[in-house]
């Protein structure tokens, strides 16, 4: 059975594939490639397709549905929230924590645990969450993301030019453009390092044992020289999401 797994994010989606459980193909894409490379798909394989996504952007979802009907005889998985029945999750509310958040600790459980995990998950919005050995998401913290930070200063600052990506050594900047970026560097890996630290005191605390940090999404390598020990770990979410469809075809015997 090939199957298909796609997390819509708040700027792209990531998806992908696996044929006869051989990976094929994974990549960041548009609604519009997205449709192009399954309708491909759908012409050159005989096999049965399962589906599962997560999707922060309920405005996509009917036109994920759309692109899929005829494509797939089993229901879709949504994993849409915490709530989610293949997720674990300790938040005060669940039905509010996002997907992604809920599947990267389920991915960390079933795939890489036997310890607690500060994840740091750096996209869009920054996630820094506490995440058990058994994969429960315990909870954490958002912080703006690297573009986020950039395009909110634009916003409010619309005469400021562009932060510059060249590193500063220097104590200070004698020049906007530099200042600017290293300014926004700085509070951006400083911040994520101050939330890191909170969370792992935490679970130190409460657990006592060795904790783990993990990198994951697609700014993850600009905070690699912040934590030289942790452990960088592409496509969390989408091996959650693998997890979890897993699950649903084991309860329902499918293979």
């Known amino acids: 059975m090939d199957r298909l797994v796609i997390d819509v994010g708040n700027t792209r989606i990531h998806w992908r594939l696996r044929r006869r459980g051989e990976e094929v193909r994974e990549d960041h894409a548009t609604l519009e490639t997205v449709q192009a490379f399954i309708s ?6 005989g096999e049965p397709l399962r589906v599962a996504i997560s999707c922060l952007r309920p405005s ?35 039905e509010k924590t996002g997907a992604d958040r809920a599947l990267t600790a389920l991915a960390w459980g079933s795939l890489h645990g036997g310890v607690p995990a500060v994840i740091i998950d750096a996209g869009t919005a920054v996630t ?3 995440v058990s050995p058994e994969g429960v998401l315990m909870g954490g913290w958002i912080a703006p993301g690297w573009e ?7 916003v409010a600052a619309p005469e400021l030019p562009s932060g510059s990506s060249e590193s ?6 004698r020049e906007t453009v530099k200042a600017l970026g290293g300014g926004i560097e700085t509070l951006y890996r400083a911040g994520i390092t101050a939330l890191h630290s909170r969370v792992q005191s935490g679970l130190k ?3 006592e044992v060795e904790v783990a940090t993990v990198l994951t999404g ?7 020289s912040d934590f030289p020990e942790a452990q960088v770990i592409p496509g969390l979410v989408l ?9 649903v075809d084991s309860e329902q015997g499918k293979g």
């Open 168 to 173: 500063v050594q220097s104590p200070w900047a």
């Open 128 to 130: 820094v969450d506490a």
């Open 239 to 247: 091996d959650g999401l693998e997890l979890a469809l897993e699950r």
């Open 205 to 207: 605390t409460s657990a």
């Open 60 to 94: 996509h979802r009917t036109a994920l549905e759309n692109i899929l009907h005829n494509l797939t005889a089993f229901p879709i998985l949504w994993i849409e929230n915490g709530s989610a029945e293949q997720v674990s999750v300790e938040t005060d509310h669940p």
């Open 218 to 224: 697609g700014d993850a390598h600009r905070l690699k």
């Open 148 to 154: 986020a930070l950039k395009s909110s200063l634009s």
């Open 40 to 45: 491909e798909w759908s012409d050159e394989s």
